[in-house]
Structures are given as structure tokens and as C-alpha cells.
């Protein structure tokens, strides 16, 4: 019995386990075939319970997993089945559907449930939960389809907004053959030469020259056009695609920046944005290619900056934190990208030794709009500068957006006032143009903007 136990349920809930979970679902797929009702599954993640157990540690996680599947089983009758697949996802089968409606109110009441606040220990939490319905047999007729199918408007749910629930449509499924079929395509994107990178201008405030580049990465797909990163990073990720990807833009970053420093200024740097998938490569691979790099270009670490996000550094293992102190070593400057989007925790900033913050464009934009922002940002600006960081505005374009920065005391900044992200050639342009006879000022009007 206790080997059947063990099988078939999970230890820290007492919930039936995935295997039991599929050995349900398969008996009530054949009842509903003879009763002609219709089956919802609901496959439910809770949201940033990640950080809750990087945070507060393993023992309050696991607590507050049981006291999440009583809550979710208090919702639903006896005859429905709460499972709990691994992780931080429980599943649900609601047998004899009469009316969608009914599934509508036990999601609602779940996602309800599961924002009342936990004390578990001496901790007061606050988690939400991400609801993906499908129905049997109207969205598909198999065990694995529907699964799959949950999975898909769990996501479209999270991508919502979060806490709140998502049926599965058709364009959800077109949607993901979409990012299937442009994943294939991805592969032959570097043999292909279909990468470019543009660059966009960061301004020093203080003498409004054009001082570093961020290197931006844009693919020409032979059939779609431009896909932008926002689409095409994420699908890289999934896949191991982010490596030499990742490698190939930092290659050619290193022969631009050699080009310009030599060309126009030695003190110029290029940005890189770095995903956190390319930290987790192994230590002595990811130095030993770097600094390969850097050396055959002949260019100092010095010329060089990365943009890492946040979240990098808050479930930062050694690994990362080996990683980062090589780049300081070599003199690579470390940027935190979308500052004000996350945690924006300033203690990270100080342990880190992280030498630039970029605020989010969404808090520039509201600057104007929302005297809370100007506030946020000036104390944000304040102590970057009392931790020795320097501040980059990222997505300035207004000239009201600029002047307000400065006045806050702002270090840098970006954005389609000075120019969009542009080609090699049209940034050499600007560059040659803001030589000393041409009063050091910067048109707003630039080649690249439409
Ligand atoms: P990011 O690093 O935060 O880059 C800034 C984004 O803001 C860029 O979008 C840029 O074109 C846009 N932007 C710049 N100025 C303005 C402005 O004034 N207003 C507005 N509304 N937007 C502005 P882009 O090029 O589409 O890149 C999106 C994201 O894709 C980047 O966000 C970055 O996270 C990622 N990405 C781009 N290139 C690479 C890459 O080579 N590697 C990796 N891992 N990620 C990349
Ligand atoms: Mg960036
Ligand atoms: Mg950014």
C-alpha cells in the first residue's frame, strides 16, 4: 500500500501525483463519451511562488504549496479531481460540465483564494494564481492535446497580466505554430546571414555627445520581414538557440566598438544586452570565449558594457557571481536593463558591484504625466549615485522627458529624441557629425527616424 501510495501521490501534499493524475483523467474522458457532458481541465501556476522559495527558503515554499492545494481543493466538489503535476502547478478535472458558466465561478473563486495572504512562520505572503482552461472534447480529444492546451492558456493568462484565468482558443494554437514554425526558421537565421545589428546612442547629459552605442539585434526574415527581438529572443531561449546567437552579437559588438574607439574616441563603449540563459553556460567556457574575443579584436574589456536584468541577480548562484566578477576583472562594465519593471531591489546593486542602472522607458514616459514618477525616479537617481552607479534613461522623446531628467540629475540617456536604433554606416554618420566644430550638439532629427 505504501508503495502504491508513493506511486500514485505526492508526498508534500497528499494530492494525487501526475501518474494518477493521467490514470483520472483517462476514466472521465470515457465517462463523458458516455454521458455526453463536457470535461474542463484546469491547470493552475502560481505566480512568482519562484521568488517566494528563493527568498524565504525551501521549508516556507513547500508550506505554503500544501496550504495552496487545500485552498484550491476547498473550491471544487469531492467527485473532481485536484492533482498536483510537480513544481508549483496543481491540475484539475471538472467532470459533468452543464453549463461553461459554472467553470467560470470555480476559476473566479480560486483565483480569489489564492491572493488571500498566507502567514506561514513568522512571514506574511502574497502570491496570485494563473488559470488555463481547456474542454473535452470541444478543444481536442486527447490526453496530451489537452494538457497541452492548458498549458497554452495558462500562458496566454500570465501573459495577461496574471492572476486571472484564460480559455484555450484556435488563435492560441495558431499562435504557438506560429512561434513552432518561426523557431525552425531561427536555425538557419546565422548560417543565413539574416542577423544585422543596429545601434542606438546613449547621450552623456552633461555635454550632449553621443558617448556609448547599444547594440541591437534585428533579424531579416527572408519571407516576414523584420521580426523584432521581443518576438525572436524568447524563442531563442527556449532553445539553445541564445548561444551562438548570443556569441555572434557579442562578436561583432567587440569589432565595432575596436572600430569606433580607434576611429573617433578610445574611451567609447558598446552595450550588450546578455539573456540570463547565456549566464547559465559554464563558467570556464563563457570566460574563456569572451576573453578569446576580446583579445583577436584587440580591444580592452573597458569598451565594453553588458545589460543584464534583474532577475539575474536575485536567484544569482555562484556560477553568476563567478561570471560577474570575471567581467569586472577584465573590465567589463555591467548595466541592470528595465530598472523599475522588476524587484529593483538597490541592495543587489551595492553586493553585485554593478556600475549602471537603465530606468525602464515606462517610467520615462509617465514622467510627465505622473509627479509619483518624477519623485520615484529622482530618489532612484539619488541613490544609484550614493552606491557609485551611474544612471542611464532609457526611451527619452521629449525634450521635456530630457530636461526633467537632467534636473533629477540623470547621467545618460536614450530614445527616439536623439535617434531610433540605426545601421553601422548611418551611426558613423553621427558620430562624424558631432565632431568639436559642430558644437558638440546632436540633431534630433536623425537619418534613421521615420
Ligand atoms: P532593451 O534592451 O530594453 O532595449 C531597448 C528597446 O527600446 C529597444 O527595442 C529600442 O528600440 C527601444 N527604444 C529605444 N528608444 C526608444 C524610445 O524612445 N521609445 C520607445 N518606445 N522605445 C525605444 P528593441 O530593439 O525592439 O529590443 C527589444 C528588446 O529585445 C531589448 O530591450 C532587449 O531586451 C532585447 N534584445 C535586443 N537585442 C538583443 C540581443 O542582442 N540579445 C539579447 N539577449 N536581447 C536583445
Ligand atoms: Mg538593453
Ligand atoms: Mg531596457
Known amino acids: 500500500e505504501m508503495i502504491w501510495k508513493q506511486a500514485n501521490f505526492d508526498r508534500l501534499t497528499g494530492l494525487p501525483n501526475r501518474n494518477m493524475f493521467h490514470d483520472r483523467l483517462a476514466q472521465e474522458l470515457k465517462k463523458s463519451d458516455r454521458s455526453n457532458l463536457p470535461l474542463a481541465l484546469l491547470l493552475i501556476d502560481l505566480d512568482e511562488f519562484k521568488e517566494v522559495n528563493d527568498t524565504l527558503g525551501h521549508d516556507i515554499g513547500d508550506r505554503l504549496l500544501q496550504q495552496a492545494g487545500h485552498r484550491i481543493t476547498a473550491c471544487v466538489r469531492e467527485s473532481d ?32 483564494t ?12 502574497h502570491t496570485s494564481g494563473s488559470i488555463g482552461i481547456t474542454l473535452y472534447p470541444g478543444d481536442a480529444d486527447d490526453i496530451d492535446s489537452l494538457i497541452k492546451n492548458a498549458d497554452q492558456a495558462m500562458y496566454a493568462a500570465k ?51 553621443i558617448h556609448k552605442a ?22 531563442a531561449e527556449n532553445t539553445s538557440l541564445i548561444h551562438p546567437i548570443g556569441d555572434w552579437v557579442f562578436k561583432h559588438s567587440v ?3 575596436r572600430d569606433w574607439c580607434s576611429g573617433y574616441n578610445d574611451s567609447f563603449q ?14 570556464r567556457l563563457f570566460t574563456k570565449k569572451w576573453q578569446k574575443c576580446l583579445q583577436d579584436r584587440g580591444l580592452s574589456g573597458q569598451n565594453i558594457i553588458v545589460e543584464i536584468t534583474e532577475g539575474l541577480l536575485l536567484n544569482a548562484d555562484d556560477d553568476v557571481v563567478d561570471k560577474l566578477l570575471w567581467l569586472r576583472d577584465t573590465g567589463i562594465q555591467v548595466a541592470i536593463d528595465d530598472f523599475g519593471t522588476g524587484y529593483s531591489s538597490l541592495s543587489y546593486l551595492r553586493k553585485f558591484d554593478i556600475d549602471y542602472l537603465k530606468i525602464d522607458k515606462s517610467f520615462v514616459h509617465n514622467l510627465e504625466t505622473d509627479r509619483n514618477n518624477v519623485v520615484l525616479s529622482e530618489a532612484i537617481i539619488m541613490m544609484a549615485h550614493k552606491l557609485g552607479l551611474k544612471v542611464i534613461a532609457e526611451g527619452v522623446e521629449t525634450e521635456h522627458q530630457k530636461h526633467m531628467l537632467i534636473d533629477a540629475g540623470c547621467d545618460y540617456a536614450q530614445g527616439y529624441l536623439f535617434s531610433r536604433p540605426i545601421p ?6 553621427l558620430l562624424k557629425r558631432q565632431r568639436p566644430d559642430s558644437h558638440g550638439r546632436i540633431d534630433v532629427k536623425q537619418p534613421g527616424q521615420n
Not at 496543481?90 to 458558466?101: A, Q, T, Y
Not at 558598446?270 to 563558467?283: A, G, R, W, Y
Not at 553601422?424 to 554618420?429: G, I, P, Q, R
Request: aromatic share 8%.
Open 114 to 125: 489564492l491572493t488571500e495572504e498566507y502567514s506561514i512562520g513568522n512571514e506574511v505572503i
Open 255 to 257: 569589432g565595432q566598438a
Open 159 to 209: 501573459k495577461k497580466g496574471r492572476n486571472c484565468f484564460s480559455y484555450f482558443t484556435q488563435s492560441l494554437q495558431d499562435a504557438a505554430q506560429k512561434r513552432l514554425r518561426l523557431t525552425n526558421d531561427l536555425r538557419s537565421a546565422l548560417p543565413g546571414k539574416q542577423f544585422e545589428l543596429h545601434y542606438q546612442p546613449i547621450v552623456d547629459l552633461n555635454t550632449d555627445r
Open 270 to 283: 558598446i552595450t550588450v544586452n546578455i539573456s540570463p540563459m547565456q549566464f547559465k553556460l559554464e563558467t
Open 424 to 429: 553601422a554606416d548611418e551611426f558613423e554618420t
Open 214 to 235: 547599444e547594440a541591437l539585434l534585428r533579424w531579416q526574415h527572408p519571407l516576414r520581414g523584420t521580426v523584432p527581438p521581443l518576438e525572436f529572443i524568447p524563442l
Open 81 to 112: 479531481t485536484v492533482a498536483r503535476l510537480g513544481g508549483d502547478e496543481f491540475i484539475i478535472i471538472l467532470p459533468d460540465i452543464h453549463e461553461k458558466s459554472k467553470v467560470d465561478d470555480i476559476a473566479g473563486q480560486i483565483i480569489n
